[in-house]
C-alpha cells in the first residue's frame, strides 16, 4: 500500500467503506417518502420511480468513462472531482421545483457517484492483496449493508419532522464529508503504472476488457443476479405501502429488517469460501436465489410478514454473491485496474438499473411481478454458467478464478 500521511490503514478501510455506502444511502434514504414525492409532483409512479432508473443508469455509464480516467490521471483527482459534483447536485435535488428537476439533479448525483465508486474498487486492488483482499472486501460489504439498513429508517425518521427534501440535505452534508476526506487521500496509483496515451485513447483501454470472453460472460452472469434486488428497492415502498397497506414508518422496518439479513452474507461468505470449491459456491448461490424466487410467486401475497420471509433468502445469498464475484473478477483483472474495475461495476449496475425499470412497470400487483423478475433472471444466469462451463467463453486466467 502507498504511504498514506494522514490515513493509516484502518482509516483507508473506513474511507473506502463509507464511499461505497453513498450509492445505497442515495437510493434507500428518499425510499419511504417515494408516494408523497408523486402526490407532491403529481406525478406517476412510474415517473416517480424514474428517479431510481435514471440514478442507476447513468451511474454505470458514468463509471465506464471514469474508469480509463482515473487509469491515466491517478486516483485522486477523479475522486475529488466526483465527490464535488456529487455534493453540490444532492443540494439541486433538495431544492427541486418539479419532478424534472429533480430528475437533472439525480443524473448529475449519478455522475459524480460513478466517478467515486469507480476509484473506490481500485484502491482495494491497489492497496490489498491475497487474503488481506478477501477480508477487506468482505469488510466492505459487511459495514457497507448498515447504510441500507438504517437509510430508510432515517429517511421514516426524517419525513415526521420534515418532508422528502430532507433527505438530499442530508445526502448533502455526507457529500460534503466525502469531499473533505477526499482531499486528505495520497494518490495510490505510481505514475509510471499509469496510462500516457491520450485521453480520448485511455477510453480504448475498455475495449481490452470487453475483449476477455470469460471476464465479460462470468460477469454478466453475477450481474442478472443482482438485478432481482434492485427491483424490489424500487417496488418494495409501493408494495409495503399500497400493496400490504404499511405506513411509510412501518415499512421503514420491514425494510430495515430484510437489509439487516444482508450482513450475515459476506460472514457467511468467509466461511464458505474456506469449505466450498467455487463450483460449490455458485451453486448455492443458485439454488438459494431460484427457491426465494418461488417462494415470492407463490406465498409472497399472503401478507407482509410472508412476503419478507419469502424474499429474506434472496436478500442473504446476494450478499454472499458480491464480495464472491468482487474477488473472482478482482483476480481476472491484470493491468488497467480502473478500467477494469468501472466495468466490473458497470455491468451489474445496467442490469440493476432495467430491475428497477421492471419492478416498477404497471404489473396486476408488484409481489407477482417480482417474483417473475427473480426466477427468470436466476434461470438465465444458471444457463449463462452452463455455456461458460462448457468453454464456449475461453478459461479462466488464473485457477483461483476457475468457475468450471
Known amino acids: ?85 456529487y455534493t453540490a447536485a444532492s443540494f439541486a435535488c433538495a431544492g427541486a421545483s418539479s419532478i424534472y428537476f429533480l430528475l437533472a439533479g439525480r443524473f448529475f448525483q449519478a455522475v459524480g457517484s460513478g466517478a467515486v465508486i469507480t476509484v473506490s474498487t481500485a484502491l482495494i486492488k491497489d492497496c490489498f492483496r491475497g487474503r488481506l483482499m478477501r477480508k477487506i472486501l468482505a469488510i466492505t460489504q459487511a459495514l457497507g449493508v448498515i447504510a441500507p439498513m438504517v437509510a430508510p429508517l432515517i429517511g421514516g425518521i426524517l419525513l415526521t419532522f420534515t418532508d422528502w427534501r430532507g433527505s ?53 452472469m453475477f450481474a442478472l443476479l443482482s438485478k432481482p434486488y434492485m427491483a424490489y428497492l424500487s417496488a418494495s415502498s409501493f408494495i409495503y405501502v399500497e400493496f400490504f397497506g404499511l405506513s411509510a414508518q412501518e415499512y421503514s422496518y420491514f425494510f430495515a429488517v430484510n437489509s439487516a439479513a444482508s450482513i450475515a452474507g459476506p460472514i457467511l461468505y468467509l466461511r464458505l469460501k474456506d469449505s466450498l470449491t467455487n463450483v460449490g459456491m455458485l451453486r448455492l448461490c443458485f439454488f438459494v436465489a431460484a427457491i426465494s424466487g418461488l417462494l415470492v410467486l407463490n406465498v409472497g401475497q399472503a401478507g407482509a410478514l410472508m412476503f419478507l420471509l419469502a424474499f429474506l433468502p434472496f436478500t442473504v445469498i446476494g450478499a454472499v454473491s458480491r ?82
Open 323 to 404: 464480495p464472491f464475484a468482487m474477488e473472482i473478477l478482482l483476480l481476472e483483472a491484470k493491468d488497467n485496474i480502473g478500467t477494469a474495475s468501472s466495468v466490473i461495476n458497470f455491468v451489474p449496475t445496467l442490469f440493476g438499473s432495467l430491475g428497477m425499470m421492471l419492478g416498477t412497470l404497471p404489473w396486476s400487483n408488484f409481489v407477482e411481478g417480482l417474483g417473475l423478475i427473480m426466477v427468470t433472471a436466476t434461470t438465465l444466469s444458471i444457463l449463462l454458467w452452463i455455456l461458460i462451463r462448457r468453454g464456449k467463453f475461453g478459461s479462466a486466467r488464473q485457477n483461483s478464478s476457475d468457475l468450471t
Open 168 to 220: 438530499f440535505y442530508l445526502l448533502t452534508v455526507l457529500g460534503a464529508i466525502n469531499l473533505t476526506v477526499a482531499f486528505l487521500f495520497c494518490e495510490t496509483l505510481p505514475e509510471h503504472k499509469r496510462y500516457h496515451g491520450g485521453i480520448f485513447n485511455s477510453l480504448t483501454l475498455l475495449v481490452g476488457v470487453a475483449r476477455q470472453k470469460y471476464f465479460i460472460a462470468v460477469l454478466i
Open 1 to 85: 500500500m502507498r504511504r498514506q500521511k494522514y490515513l493509516s490503514i484502518s482509516a483507508m478501510i473506513a474511507y473506502i467503506t463509507f464511499i461505497n455506502m453513498f450509492i445505497p444511502l442515495s437510493t434507500d434514504l428518499y425510499l419511504p417518502a417515494l408516494p408523497q414525492m408523486g402526490n407532491y409532483f403529481s406525478a406517476s409512479e412510474f415517473l416517480v420511480g424514474l428517479t431510481l432508473t435514471i440514478f442507476f443508469f447513468v451511474f454505470a455509464v458514468s463509471m465506464v468513462v471514469f474508469g480509463p480516467l482515473s487509469d491515466k490521471y491517478g486516483r485522486r483527482p477523479i475522486l475529488i472531482f466526483g465527490a464535488a459534483i
